[in-house]
Each structure stands twice: as C-alpha cells, then as structure tokens.
C-alpha cells in the first residue's frame, strides 16, 4: 500500500476525455461513457478507481508535503464509499488532466492549512457517489431495489437474500451508471474511518529511501543544471565567462536564464554546481544594492507613527477618545524579521521541452499554478503542457511559487529534446527564497481608573505579502491577509473584545520578495498581540491568565482552548521551584489554539523548556494522529524561527546562505508537545499551522515571568539567549 | 575510475577524486535514497555509514571512502528485510515529508550499534540531524521503541 508518484507521462492517457462529452478517449466510438484509469480500470467517478483485484484508489488533487493531507482526504473519502481500509492507495490527477475535465477535482493549491478544510465537501460526496453508483450495479445484476441493499467494508449486501458481492466485481458496471444527483453525506459523529488515528498511507517508503522526491527524479538522457541568479534582488546578469569553464568534464552548455541568472548544464549536478562556482559572473546589483537591515527597519520604524495612509483591519469605538481620557497607558513596540522556509530539499524542478510539448516533474503545492507557470513560460498551449506532481521534501509555502519551475523551463527551451533538471543549492535557495514578511508593530494600551482595559491601539508597519505575491487579493489598495489573527470575525479573529479598538497597517514593501511562510502573518501578530497582553496584564498587577478571561467573555472557543491549557499545565498551582510559566491564545486558519510552557533560565540567558502544553480546536479532527504530528512539528517550526530564524539584508541581499547561519532546533532542545485536540464540531479549521503562532509568545511570556525582562523582538540569539 | 563498495556490492565511479561522496552516491552510483540538504554537514541529511560509522557524506571525498564499507539507507535492512530502526519509524508513524529521515535512520541506527539502550540524553548528544517538518518527538520515542525491540 502506498502512494506511488505517477513518474509515467502516459498517466491517465486513456482518461482525458472530458467528463461532459460522453466520449472517452482510446474508446471505441459508442461504446461505453465510462473513462478509464492509466491501468484500464474504469473509474466509478473522478474520486474513486475501484480495480478488479478490491484495491480501491482514491484520486487526490491537493499535495502532500509531510502534512499528512494525502492520508486525511483518502479517509475522508473512504469513509463516505464504505470501502476497506486496508485496501486503499491514492494518486494524483494531473493538473493537464484536470484542465482538460473541466477541474473535475477543484483546486490544487494547497496552502493555508487548507488542504482538508475547503475540499472535504466535494471529496466526500464523491466516494458517497460512488457508493451509491455500487450499490446500484448489484442491485441492478440481482434485479432488487436499491433500498435493499447494504454496504460494508467494500462488499454490498442484498439484505433479504444474503446475497454479496464486492466493489470491484460490479466496479465496470458503476462506472457507466449516471452519477446521483444529490448525495447526502454521513453525521461526523458515524465515522468509523474519518476521525480516527490512522497511519499515513505513504511512510514506508520514507523510511527505505524509494520515495522519490523532485531531487531523485531521472529521466533518459537527463542533464543536470545549477543556477545562480542575482543575489541582490531586482538586479540583472551583467556577463559571465564560460570560456573558463566549457572544458571542464562533463559541462556541457552555459545557458543564462531570464534577465537576471545564469545556469551551468552538466552530466551530472555536481559537476554543474562546480562548474558554475568556478565561472567568472558579473552582476548589474542595480538600484537595491544599498538596501539594508537598518535602512528596512529605519523605514518600517517610521511608519509606526505615520499619520497617514493606514489601512483599518480592525476597529470598534473611539481609541483617541479612549486614550485622551484614560487614567493610565503602555505603550510597546515589537519587531519580526525576514525568514527563509528552508525545507529539506531545496527548490527544483525537471523539465522536457519540445516544439509539441512541455512537462514538468516536480514537488509542488500548487499543481495548477506550476501548470500555469509551464504554459506562460514555454510559449505553448495548454493542451501541450502537462505537470507530474513528485513529493516534495517540505513545503511551508515555499512551493506554492513557481519561480523555480519557469527557470527550469527557461533552460530547457535552449535545449529541446533533453530532460534538463535543475536544482538549487542550499545557498541558492537561502539567497531566493520568498520570505516571511518583515514587519513591526507598536502597541497602545489605555486603562481606566479601575484598572479595565478601555483602549488598544495595534499598528502594524511593513510589508504586504499580497502586494507582491497576489496584487489581485487587494482590497482598494489594503492587503487584508496583514492582519490575519486580529479581525473582527471570521477564520482568523481575534479573541477579546476592547471597547475602543483600532489596529491598523501602514503598508512599506522593501524589495525583498515575501511569501506565504508557515503560519504567515498569525506568527508575528500573536507575538506582537499576545506579548502585549501579557505585558498589560503586568502593568497592572493582574494575572496573565485572568486578565485575558475578563476581555474574553464574548469568545467562547477562543477561551475555551485557553483554558484548558491553563488547566493542563496547573496554572492556578506553584509552578516547580525555580520554574516559569506563560500562556497565551490565538486564532488562524479556522483554528482556536492556545499554548502554555514552563520554562528555567539559567544565567539570565539559558533557556530550558520543560513542558509545552497546546491546545487545537479544528472543529473537525480528521485524523488526530497526524494532528498531534502536525502541531508537535508547528512548535519545532515555530521555536526554530524564536530562537535563530533571521534573514538579515546587506547590500541589498540575503546574508545567511546555509543552515550554519540560518539554524534549526534539533532533538536535544525540543520538549515533548503535550497536545490537546478538543475538536467543537460544527466548522472546519487547519491543523498544519495554526499552532505555530502560539509558540513564541508562550517562550517569551513565561521568560518574562521569570527574569522580568519583556524580549520585542525575533530572534533571541540576537539577545544572546540561548537553549540551555 | 574509483571502485566504491556500497551495500556489499562494488560500484564503478567515473567522478573525480574530490567529489563528495554524497554526488558519487547519488549521481554515479544512482542511489538517491541518501539526501542533500545543506552540503556543508549542517543537517544529516546525507548521513551513511563508512565501515560502520555515521558519516555526513556530503563533507567526505570519495577518495577517502574507496575500500571502505559503505552502507546507504537502501543496503541498511538485509536483503528483503526491514531493519529495526525503519520498523519503528513505521510503526511511530515518524515521517512527515521524509525527505531527513533516510539520514536521521541512519544515525540513529549507528547510535544503536554502539550504544543499544540509549537516553535522552546519549539521543540529544548523538541526533543533531536537522528535520524542518519537527518530527523529533516521534523519532524520540521510535528511537526508545527500536532499541527494546
Ligand atoms: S547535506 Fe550533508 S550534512 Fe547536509
Ligand atoms: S520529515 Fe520533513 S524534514 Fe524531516
């Protein structure tokens, strides 16, 4: 069992027909409607292939990327077609193949923790129409009414006569059945395979070295190629001297790719990256060469204060009322820096390029997007692109650009006829990455005589992932994703209710691209949001904990999961001697989270993490094993990005260009993550990153409680503070 | 021409002597189940074993491995068989995008060779693999799960 990357262009061949036109391709000319799967298999719908030897074979159209959503859509799907478990694999339609069935599977991006969250309505009602197509064949061969027909486990049975037979012997005669017209999906509460821990369905090859990701993709006569581009971003390829490099073995051609970068294509990617390192380049650094960390954070700074323009996210009553007449205000200012996704594998992509065709391979979370990107960049219809979506090692969001895959197919028009891979180095990928928005925020707050909190005003400086990456999300010039985490209402709210409220933007976009990085802006605006929180409570003497409740009681599930980690972790109990505690919630991705921890500092600067408590209210849990993975995996990335996670910007580009200076935590300085799944039913939210936001500030805040030093700014090696 | 002994059988490799084993490896040799990362022996990625030590491959010379031992993640189990260390992976569910764990089975699988009951703390000190998915706390009690088995 397992999911076999589908490395066989001629994948799903015998399927392209459109599903509307009644005609399968490779079918004879009034024959059957049914199309038919690469191995001949008919399929009972687009969700659901059903083989003859029982293996059912479920069609995914999001991606895997370690997130475990391969296994969770699989499930959701199998629980609704009543099929065995056991004898379920997963494949990916094509992006071509999706076009050319009018996106018969939706979309394919898969990002936003919502991977599950927007599809499990269609996928379960296609394995429901499936089941209903099944259960019709047999009653259609036993002449018995549908109704009395029952199903398990993949075997229908006619409930009067005993009689059986399973899916896969009435599969062909479903698949040429008219699809239901309305199917009714089962009660979360009757799940018997959705809900529950199952293993993913794609971890043994993980662990013998047979997956195959981007990087190990080969082809016949494939060559391999590196890439530089210019590391100041918005600068251009000047020239380059590839007369010193042209002997060198196995070099066999030097190719510049767009404006700004050049490439080496060799036998092999070694000899191609050495080739290209040894080649003399000269860059046109452009207007950002001057461009900095200091001028970046100069900049930002200024609009902490700005009068104008800010954009309003968020706003209820009269803050400058509030404050003119409050009897006491705090006042802070927070900073998050630029940070690189980093997954394991760097960027790749492989790329055959012919006057009638162009295909790609590679791990991607967007295989719509990178079928888009081959279309625009090879110059040739749709109908002659095609993408074969490979594992990727990691995504965190990275992926979802194509940046990579239009250098791939730059590179391979110079060259038709041969496979051309080209993979980024670590330092490539370091030095080109779309970057966690940098940004800073200063934080009002205004108390009335009585010590309540009547004002907060949260203005957030800097960049707009938006503006670049999706201009077309706009709205009237504001990048509303800015203030994930602090709207009024929605999938990412906030959870208190101040009576005078304003958070609002002032928008400054440096050159250096961002992107959507795990977590996206929750990250920073619960750092900046929950910190601050705490740091009022401070201001006035109240309990971190109780000063939240009082500001809560109009947000039910986001105090929900608050409480039960300040339950979990013993909040109204002494703590260990010499043991700190923090607390903190937030909302993002459709999720209610909140964590707390239990730190010691030794030294003032040596931080041990004891417990980390969190809690998940996702609405819906599909399979809390992979959850619990999920959420344990966001505190390593969230931890990894408090403790060491900086991009600094000199000379208008990327310092860090390795895993030396751009470090991840690893075993010794990670704690068990206690986990909390307390699922509320009724909505459906992400798991694969709303936890991430919690980790910092529940760090920070317990630091507080220990040293009584309040740390503004990411990341703490930059305050000498260290994993003890 | 270099003869590189991996998983018992004899390679030829047409790479120069300083190649990284790492590229001899998954170029020449074409065994891709070891891993780039970093290229510099930051993340374990690329961790076999030379005559039964854990090495970052990517940081050795292939020179310097000719008429040595190598193992890779695929010559790890005997012939047919899974090995220990991969049985607990796979019953801990540990992987997320997988794309470490051929390096951090690897070296967990040298650790238990030397030291079969390990602590958390002979963990901490012998894992320093990098996995940006976080799926430490599962390798932990893998870790624990393959060195009772
Ligand atoms: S690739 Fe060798 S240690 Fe990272
Ligand atoms: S499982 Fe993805 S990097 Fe470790």
Same mark, same amino acid.
């Given at each position: 069992m397992g999911h076999a990357p589908q490395l066989n262009r001629r994948s799903f061949v015998l399927g392209t027909a459109a599903i509307g036109s009644g005609l399968a391709l490779g079918i004879p000319f009034g024959g059957p409607t049914a199309v038919y799967a690469a191995d001949g298999t008919p399929e009972v719908n687009a969700w659901v292939v059903i083989r003859p030897d029982e293996t059912v074979v479920v069609r995914i159209a999001r991606s895997e990327m370690g997130q475990g959503t391969l296994t969770g859509l699989a499930q959701l799907v199998a629980e609704e077609l009543e099929c065995d478990w056991s004898r379920v694999t997963t494949e990916y339609p094509t992006p071509g193949q999706s076009v050319?069935?009018?996106?018969? =599977?939706?979309?394919?991006?898969?990002?936003? !923790? #919502?991977?599950?969250r927007t599809s499990h309505d269609y996928v379960r009602k296609g394995g429901a129409a499936a089941r209903l197509m099944l259960i019709q064949a047999a009653a259609n061969e036993w002449a018995a009414p549908v109704s009395e027909c029952a199903t398990s486990k993949g075997v229908i049975t006619h409930v009067p006569s005993g009689r059986t037979i399973t899916y896969g012997k009435v599969a062909e005669a479903a698949a040429k059945l008219q699809p239901p017209a309305d199917v009714k999906l089962k009660d979360p509460k009757d799940w018997i395979i959705a809900g529950k821990p199952l293993k993913r369905l794609d971890t043994v090859e993980k662990t013998n070295g047979k997956m195959i990701y981007g990087a190990d993709i080969k082809l016949p006569g494939m060559l391999n190629a590196a890439i530089k581009d210019c590391p100041v971003f918005g600068g251009t390829l000047k020239s380059f001297d590839d007369s010193k490099i042209l002997g060198m073995k196995g070099v066999k051609k030097v190719v510049r790719v767009g404006? !700004?970068? *050049?490439? *080496?294509?060799?036998?092999?990617w070694w000899h191609a990256k050495s080739a290209l390192e040894a080649m003399p380049v000269v860059w046109d650094d452009g207007k950002n060469a001057s461009v900095s960390s200091e001028s970046i954070g100069k900049w930002l700074q200024e609009g902490l204060d700005a009068a104008q323009p800010a954009f309003v996210g968020n706003k209820a009553g009269d803050v400058k009322a509030a404050f003119a007449g409050a009897a006491k205000t705090v006042e802070a200012v927070y900073a998050y820096p630029y940070q690189n996704h980093a997954t394991m594998e760097p960027m790749n992509a492989t790329v055959l390029y012919t006057a009638e065709k162009c295909e790609v391979w590679t791990g991607t979370q967007n295989g719509e997007a990178v079928f888009a990107a081959a279309v625009e960049a090879s110059g040739l219809p749709s109908d002659k692109c095609e993408v074969y979506k490979i594992m990727p090692g990691g995504g965190f969001g990275r992926r979802g650009m194509t940046d990579y895959v239009r250098q791939a197919v730059a590179i391979a028009k110079q060259m038709p006829g041969t496979p051309i891979k080209l993979m980024w180095s670590r330092e490539e990928d370091m030095l080109h990455g779309r970057y966690h928005p940098i940004t800073q925020s200063k934080l009002v707050g205004a108390f009335d005589a009585d010590n309540n909190l009547i004002g907060l005003h949260m203005r957030i400086s800097g960049q707009s992932i938006l503006a670049s990456v999706r201009p077309e999300g706009m709205q009237n010039g504001m990048d509303p994703v800015t203030f994930q985490g602090l709207n009024a209402s929605g999938e990412a709210a906030i959870g208190y209710t101040v009576p005078n409220l304003l958070i609002d933007h002032s928008m400054r976009n440096p050159h250096v691209p961002p992107g959507f990085w795990r977590g996206v802006n929750v990250n920073q605006n619960a750092i900046y949001l929950e910190s601050f929180m705490d740091e009022l409570a401070h201001s006035v003497g109240?309990?971190?904990?109780?000063? #939240? #409740?009082?500001?809560?009681?109009?947000?039910?599930?986001?105090?929900? *999961?608050?409480n039960a980690v300040a339950e979990r972790i013993g909040w109204t109990t002494p703590a260990p001697q010499g043991v700190f505690r923090g607390i903190c919630q937030h909302m993002g991705f459709g999720s209610y989270v909140a964590a707390a921890t239990e730190i010691s500092v030794t030294g003032g600067n040596k931080i041990k993490i004891h417990r980390i408590v969190a809690a998940t209210d996702p609405g819906y849990a *599909?399979?809390? =094993?992979?959850i619990d993975r999920q959420i344990a995996g966001s505190f390593v990335y969230g931890l990894s990005a408090l403790f060491y996670g900086e991009c600094t910007v000199k000379g208008g580009r990327i310092e860090q260009e390795n895993f030396d200076t751009y470090q991840s935590m690893t075993m010794k300085e990670m704690p068990k993550v206690e986990s909390i799944l307390m699922p509320s039913g009724g909505f459906w939210g992400g798991v694969g990153e709303p936890t991430i936001c919690v980790a910092a500030p529940a760090v920070l805040n317990a630091y507080f409680a220990a040293t009584g030093k309040r740390i503004r700014s990411v990341p703490l090696k930059n305050h000498d503070i260290i994993f003890a | 021409m270099a003869s590189l002994t991996i998983n018992g059988r004899t390679y030829e490799i047409d790479a120069e002597p300083d190649t990284p084993l790492l590229w001899a490896i998954r170029e020449n040799a074409g065994l891709t189940g070891t891993k780039y990362g970093c290229g510099v022996a930051q993340c374990g990625a690329c961790t076999v074993h030379v005559d /039964?030590?854990?090495?970052?491959?990517?940081?050795?010379?292939?020179?310097?491995? $000719? /008429?040595?031992? $190598?193992?890779?993640?695929?010559g790890l189990a005997s012939e047919g068989g899974v090995h220990k260390v991969q049985q607990a992976w796979i019953d801990h569910d540990v992987p997320q995008c997988g794309y470490c764990q051929s390096g951090m089975i690897m070296a967990v699988a040298a650790l238990l060779e030397t030291v079969p009951q390990p602590t958390d703390e002979d963990i901490d000190l012998a894992i320093t693999n990098i996995c940006r998915c976080g799926t430490f706390q599962q390798v932990r009690e893998a870790i624990h799960a393959a060195a009772s088995a």
């Amino acid at each position: 069992m397992g999911h076999a990357p589908q490395l066989n262009r001629r994948s799903f061949v015998l399927g392209t027909a459109a599903i509307g036109s009644g005609l399968a391709l490779g079918i004879p000319f009034g024959g059957p409607t049914a199309v038919y799967a690469a191995d001949g298999t008919p399929e009972v719908n687009a969700w659901v292939v059903i083989r003859p030897d029982e293996t059912v074979v479920v069609r995914i159209a999001r991606s895997e990327m370690g997130q475990g959503t391969l296994t969770g859509l699989a499930q959701l799907v199998a629980e609704e077609l009543e099929c065995d478990w056991s004898r379920v694999t997963t494949e990916y339609p094509t992006p071509g193949q999706s076009v050319a069935r009018k996106r018969v =599977w939706g979309d394919f991006s898969t990002g936003g !923790s #919502r991977g599950v969250r927007t599809s499990h309505d269609y996928v379960r009602k296609g394995g429901a129409a499936a089941r209903l197509m099944l259960i019709q064949a047999a009653a259609n061969e036993w002449a018995a009414p549908v109704s009395e027909c029952a199903t398990s486990k993949g075997v229908i049975t006619h409930v009067p006569s005993g009689r059986t037979i399973t899916y896969g012997k009435v599969a062909e005669a479903a698949a040429k059945l008219q699809p239901p017209a309305d199917v009714k999906l089962k009660d979360p509460k009757d799940w018997i395979i959705a809900g529950k821990p199952l293993k993913r369905l794609d971890t043994v090859e993980k662990t013998n070295g047979k997956m195959i990701y981007g990087a190990d993709i080969k082809l016949p006569g494939m060559l391999n190629a590196a890439i530089k581009d210019c590391p100041v971003f918005g600068g251009t390829l000047k020239s380059f001297d590839d007369s010193k490099i042209l002997g060198m073995k196995g070099v066999k051609k030097v190719v510049r790719v767009g404006e !700004s970068a *050049v490439a *080496v294509v060799a036998d092999t990617w070694w000899h191609a990256k050495s080739a290209l390192e040894a080649m003399p380049v000269v860059w046109d650094d452009g207007k950002n060469a001057s461009v900095s960390s200091e001028s970046i954070g100069k900049w930002l700074q200024e609009g902490l204060d700005a009068a104008q323009p800010a954009f309003v996210g968020n706003k209820a009553g009269d803050v400058k009322a509030a404050f003119a007449g409050a009897a006491k205000t705090v006042e802070a200012v927070y900073a998050y820096p630029y940070q690189n996704h980093a997954t394991m594998e760097p960027m790749n992509a492989t790329v055959l390029y012919t006057a009638e065709k162009c295909e790609v391979w590679t791990g991607t979370q967007n295989g719509e997007a990178v079928f888009a990107a081959a279309v625009e960049a090879s110059g040739l219809p749709s109908d002659k692109c095609e993408v074969y979506k490979i594992m990727p090692g990691g995504g965190f969001g990275r992926r979802g650009m194509t940046d990579y895959v239009r250098q791939a197919v730059a590179i391979a028009k110079q060259m038709p006829g041969t496979p051309i891979k080209l993979m980024w180095s670590r330092e490539e990928d370091m030095l080109h990455g779309r970057y966690h928005p940098i940004t800073q925020s200063k934080l009002v707050g205004a108390f009335d005589a009585d010590n309540n909190l009547i004002g907060l005003h949260m203005r957030i400086s800097g960049q707009s992932i938006l503006a670049s990456v999706r201009p077309e999300g706009m709205q009237n010039g504001m990048d509303p994703v800015t203030f994930q985490g602090l709207n009024a209402s929605g999938e990412a709210a906030i959870g208190y209710t101040v009576p005078n409220l304003l958070i609002d933007h002032s928008m400054r976009n440096p050159h250096v691209p961002p992107g959507f990085w795990r977590g996206v802006n929750v990250n920073q605006n619960a750092i900046y949001l929950e910190s601050f929180m705490d740091e009022l409570a401070h201001s006035v003497g109240q309990d971190p904990l109780e000063f #939240r #409740r009082k500001l809560m009681t109009k947000h039910p599930k986001h105090l929900a *999961v608050l409480n039960a980690v300040a339950e979990r972790i013993g909040w109204t109990t002494p703590a260990p001697q010499g043991v700190f505690r923090g607390i903190c919630q937030h909302m993002g991705f459709g999720s209610y989270v909140a964590a707390a921890t239990e730190i010691s500092v030794t030294g003032g600067n040596k931080i041990k993490i004891h417990r980390i408590v969190a809690a998940t209210d996702p609405g819906y849990a *599909v399979n809390p =094993w992979q959850i619990d993975r999920q959420i344990a995996g966001s505190f390593v990335y969230g931890l990894s990005a408090l403790f060491y996670g900086e991009c600094t910007v000199k000379g208008g580009r990327i310092e860090q260009e390795n895993f030396d200076t751009y470090q991840s935590m690893t075993m010794k300085e990670m704690p068990k993550v206690e986990s909390i799944l307390m699922p509320s039913g009724g909505f459906w939210g992400g798991v694969g990153e709303p936890t991430i936001c919690v980790a910092a500030p529940a760090v920070l805040n317990a630091y507080f409680a220990a040293t009584g030093k309040r740390i503004r700014s990411v990341p703490l090696k930059n305050h000498d503070i260290i994993f003890a | 021409m270099a003869s590189l002994t991996i998983n018992g059988r004899t390679y030829e490799i047409d790479a120069e002597p300083d190649t990284p084993l790492l590229w001899a490896i998954r170029e020449n040799a074409g065994l891709t189940g070891t891993k780039y990362g970093c290229g510099v022996a930051q993340c374990g990625a690329c961790t076999v074993h030379v005559d /039964g030590q854990q090495v970052r491959s990517c940081s050795m010379a292939l020179s310097e491995a $000719i /008429g040595k031992q $190598i193992t890779t993640i695929e010559g790890l189990a005997s012939e047919g068989g899974v090995h220990k260390v991969q049985q607990a992976w796979i019953d801990h569910d540990v992987p997320q995008c997988g794309y470490c764990q051929s390096g951090m089975i690897m070296a967990v699988a040298a650790l238990l060779e030397t030291v079969p009951q390990p602590t958390d703390e002979d963990i901490d000190l012998a894992i320093t693999n990098i996995c940006r998915c976080g799926t430490f706390q599962q390798v932990r009690e893998a870790i624990h799960a393959a060195a009772s088995a």
